[in-house]
């Protein structure tokens, strides 16, 4: 009896070693190499601008380097990174990363200079990075923080493909993409006269090249750009029967929205998509949705430094 009671409490005394053992091991995540995403937030009272922000990491020792990419408003942001983590207090730090102004306008963005400091924090359901964007010193009182929550992916954190996204860091392969609740709330811009002279005049001086022809039975028209196929920066401007309405937007997988009315007084109504860049992968490519009351038309709309793209829309004639 006295045998059975010491080896079932050495059997006990093992288990619970193996137990311990085994806790800390599922703690022990100590590198921050790997996928994170999740949101930002302006620490500003009242403020609804948020960032979906994520984080493609690679640790060597002490050394981070990486890619953060983000959506703000009307925006997409793909960036090189580089810092250091201290794995004894578990501290990222990432230096210089241009985050957007959460008090930019349509017209205009501002970068902020700031710094990424986080905290990876482990637990039996996930790992984290909790966080906050800071701005330089001298500007941190215009550059308010911006407080993160980033979760850990375990399934597309894997070292091949996390090192495959940083060498190839093109936007095409961030291995998350924005769901379709994400891209509901579009860039809407109210259809105005812009001035722009550098752009109206470099307009006038390229080929307006049809793309497609129309025929609507509305007064007005819902119109969205999407970049097409492969999210490369381009930006463009846009013209509505020849009157700058909006410039350098940003294509990407959210709609830049425009809510139109056609002129009564012209038979031919015309929208014009002018290239400002060519994006990293020439020529700038837009797919434009227009929505007439139940019809809906696809317009692959293909611009470049010497030519703009045009739909020519047309009212259907009552009978």
């Not at 207090?89 to 963005?109: A, C, K, V």
């Not at 470099?202 to 969205?224: A, F, G, H, M, P």
């Not at 009564?264 to 949705?289: C, H, R, W």
Request: hydrophobic share 35%; with cysteine.
């Amino acid at each position: 009896m006295k045998t059975c009671f010491v080896h079932c409490a050495s059997m006990k005394k093992a288990v619970l070693i193996l137990f311990i053992i085994a806790s800390l091991h599922a703690f022990s995540q100590q590198s921050v190499s790997g996928y994170w995403y999740g949101t930002a937030s302006v620490k500003t009272s009242g403020s609804t601008n948020n960032y979906l922000v994520e984080l493609i990491l690679h640790q060597n020792k002490t050394q981070v380097k990486g890619i953060i990419n983000y959506y703000f408003k009307r925006s997409f942001r793909s960036l090189k990174v580089n810092g250091n983590y201290n794995s004894l207090t578990r501290q990222l730090t990432l230096f210089d990363i241009p985050l957007t102004y959460h008090g930019s306008n349509d017209d205009m963005e501002v970068d902020c200079i700031m710094d990424l400091a986080a905290t990876l924090r482990v637990a039996k359901i996930g790992s984290n990075l909790v966080g906050y964007f800071q701005g330089k010193e001298g500007h941190r009182y215009t550059c308010a923080d911006v407080d993160f929550n980033l979760k850990f992916n375990a399934d597309i954190s894997k070292e091949d493909s996390i090192l495959q996204a940083i060498k190839l860091y093109k936007e095409t392969n961030q291995v998350w993409k924005p769901t379709y609740q994400d891209t509901l709330v579009a860039v809407n811009i109210i259809p105005r006269k812009v001035e722009n002279y550098v752009i109206n005049d470099e307009y006038k001086q390229r080929e307006n090249i049809l793309s497609k022809e129309i025929i609507v039975d509305t007064d007005s028209l819902k119109v969205d750009f999407y970049d097409n196929g492969e999210v490369d920066g381009d930006s463009i401007s846009i013209f509505y029967n020849n009157q700058l309405i909006a410039f350098n937007r940003m294509l990407s997988t959210r709609s830049v929205h425009f809510d139109l009315v056609l002129d009564s007084t012209k038979e031919v109504n015309e929208i014009s998509m002018f290239a400002d860049n060519l994006g990293s992968i020439p020529p700038n490519t837009a797919l434009m949705i227009v929505t007439a009351g139940k019809k809906r038309y696809e317009v692959s709309m293909t611009s470049n430094l010497q030519q703009n793209a045009l739909l020519r829309i047309k009212r259907k004639k009552n009978e």
